[in-house]
């Protein structure tokens, strides 16, 4: 059974960072794609990050392009994102997914973890 167990999330000022972390279980890691999609209040949600875990190409939003980087560390089967200069506008849930392919559009990914709270303030 496929587990996706996010971690890092919290509160933190504008202009702060944070690095949200995404440990995969029962996933065969290295064939597929994972991602990082957040889903504010009210809106739909939107992939921010992804990575094709065998080529290691990498997509984002052009929203965060150049603040946040995703990784991967494929012996520990764990995901990353790492976020630098966070605006308010970088408040959401943030979940990690996990699929067949990058999509940008969250319905074609298959596995999703529970989610964690990001929130910055001004």
């Known amino acids: 059974q496929v587990q996706l167990v996010e971690s890092g999330g919290g509160s933190v000022q504008a202009g702060g960072s944070l690095r949200l972390s995404c440990a995969a279980s029962?996933?065969?890691?290295?064939?597929?794609?994972m991602g990082w999609f957040r889903q504010a209040p009210g809106k739909e949600r939107e992939r921010v990050a992804a990575i094709n875990t065998g080529a290691g190409s990498t997509y984002y939003a052009d929203s965060v392009k150049g603040r946040f980087t995703i990784s991967q560390n494929s012996a520990k089967n764990t995901l990353y994102l790492q976020m630098n200069s966070l605006k308010p506008e970088d408040t959401a849930m943030y979940y990690c997914?996990?699929?067949?392919?990058?999509?940008?559009?969250?319905?074609?990914?298959?596995?999703w973890g529970q989610g964690t709270q990001v929130t910055v303030s001004s």
């Open positions: 997914a996990a699929g067949g392919g990058c999509y940008n559009d969250y319905r074609f990914w298959t596995y």
């Open positions: 029962g996933y065969t890691y290295g064939s597929s794609c």
